[in-house]
């Protein structure tokens, strides 16, 4: 839980969701062993507050080009992605919240419908 608003401050930061997959992933792996399910959920949070992050950074080169292709300005378009955002990452903290306490995925994938 933590580390999904960690990365989702990095990602938001640099703006790129790659370079963050690229940097903690690795992090993942190594504090978890390959057996446990809190790999695949630390991996899974990892990509969902990367990917949350990179898509409402308003220097994030995707959303540049979005806001370009949709011809409307920046602002704008960044600050209409934040409700559809912000409701994905309220769901998934939620979802991370039950999958950690329980560490299974069936029932974590439940919660999160």
């Known amino acids: 839980m ?10 938001m930061g640099t703006g790129t969701s790659w370079g963050t997959f690229g940097i903690l992933i690795p992090i993942c792996i190594a504090v978890f062993p ?7 959920i630390s991996i899974s949070a990892c990509m969902a507050g990367a990917i949350c992050g990179d898509h409402v950074s308003p220097i994030s080169d995707t959303t540049i080009m979005a ?15 934040l409700p559809y955002a912000l409701t994905v990452a309220l769901v998934s903290f939620l979802t991370f919240v039950v999958a950690g306490f329980t560490q299974q995925l069936g029932i974590a994938a439940c919660a999160a419908i």
């Open 2 to 11: 933590v580390l999904g608003a960690i990365l989702y401050s990095m990602s």
């Open 34 to 40: 390959a057996a446990a399910p809190l790999r695949i």
């Open 67 to 81: 806001s370009a292709g949709a011809e409307c300005k920046h602002v704008h378009h960044v600050s209409s992605q």
